[in-house]
């Protein structure tokens, strides 16, 4: 399974559940990464989404304990467990978990590969992500494209780690 995600540099990943930046090219790396796929997101996460719908041309599975939500377009998951059952129908290497902090925290260590975008500033932020460059088990891979990227002011990098 993979995550996907763009932090700033403290991994820093929302502010009252909006994303701390929205850059053209990482939105059109994620689509290239996701579109045909299975993404997994908490219910907060959903919402965040431009009118709470979920992504299209894909599978999205949506993490919440409320028994009664029922979304169009989306399975709704009550408990890891359940989700774990849900998802073995998919190749694992087709499985995006696309957040929010809670699922990156809770789904990190079931993972074998993060694409992280990373951006070179600090924001203001009430979420974030799991820091992989601390965190036991993981190492920065490839940095297979570690060129600088520019859009306006903002400098940031598509970076990937995997589980040792
Ligand atoms: N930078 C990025 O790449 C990125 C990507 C995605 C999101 N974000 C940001 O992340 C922030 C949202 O993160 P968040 O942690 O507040 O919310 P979240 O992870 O998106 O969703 C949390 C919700 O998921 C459900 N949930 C969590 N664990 C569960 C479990 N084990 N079983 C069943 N349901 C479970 C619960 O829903 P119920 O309350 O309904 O039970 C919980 O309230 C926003 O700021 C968003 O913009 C950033």
Request: one cysteine or more.
């Amino acid at each position: 399974m993979n995550l996907i995600a763009a932090v700033d540099k403290n991994w820093a990943i929302g502010f009252k559940n909006s994303l701390l930046a929205h850059i053209p090219e990482d939105q059109r790396f994620f689509r290239s990464m996701t579109e045909g796929k299975v993404v997994v997101m908490g219910r907060k996460t959903l919402e965040s989404l431009p009118g709470g719908k979920p992504l299209k041309n894909r599978v999205n599975i949506v993490l919440s304990k409320n028994p009664d939500l029922e979304i169009p377009g989306c399975t709704v998951c009550h408990s890891i467990e359940e989700l774990v059952s849900e998802l073995e129908q998919y190749p694992t290497q087709e499985v995006f978990v696309i957040g929010g902090e809670k699922i990156y925290t809770e789904m990190v260590d079931m993972c074998d590969r993060a694409y992280i975008t990373k951006i070179d500033r600090e924001y203001e932020a009430d979420a974030w992500f799991p820091n992989l460059d601390e965190r036991e088990g993981w190492e920065m891979v490839s940095p297979g494209d570690d060129e600088e990227h520019t859009y306006f002011d903002l400098i940031y990098y598509f970076r990937e780690y995997a589980r040792k």
